[in-house]
Nanobody, 122 residues
Framework: QVQLVESGGGLVQAGGSLRLSCAAS????????MGWYRQAPGKQRDLVAT???????NYADSVKGRFTISRDNAKNTVYLQMNSLKPEDTAVYYC????????????????WGQGTQVTVSA
């Protein structure tokens, strides 16, 4: 079974930094894209940043210049460095692994982590 485990959330003051990590485990042959999404109370889940296996990145306009996504393909791990945090960044952050192929299987599936809370105080 493929599992995604996130870590690194917490409480920080505005202007501070946090680093999120997400490790995918299980019988994984390959992962196409990995990314981070966030959901604030009463709002929909929105894309924060994604990164492909080749290193191409995509960011939401609201985090460009402040957040950096990176990935260790050998460890099936994705990171999100968050700097200059703002109160509006407060949300539950979810890790996503897209286009996951398991050993012995030809189909691709997507997986989500359980979420980690990030709270930015003013």
């Amino acid at each position: 079974q493929v599992q995604l485990v996130e870590s690194g959330g917490g409480l920080v003051q505005a202007g501070g930094s946090l680093r999120l990590s997400c490790a995918a485990s299980g019988p994984i042959f390959s992962i196409n894209a990995m990314g981070w999404y966030r959901q604030a109370p009463g709002k929909q889940r929105d894309l924060v940043a994604t990164i492909t296996s080749g290193g191409s990145t995509n960011y939401a306009d609201s985090v460009k210049g402040r957040f950096t996504i990176s990935r260790d393909n050998a460890k099936n791990t994705v990171y999100l460095q968050m700097n200059s945090l703002k109160p509006e960044d407060t949300a539950v952050y979810y890790c996503n692994a897209g286009g996951v192929r398991k050993y012995g299987y030809s189909r691709y599936n997507d997986y989500w982590g359980q979420g980690t809370q990030v709270t930015v105080s003013a």
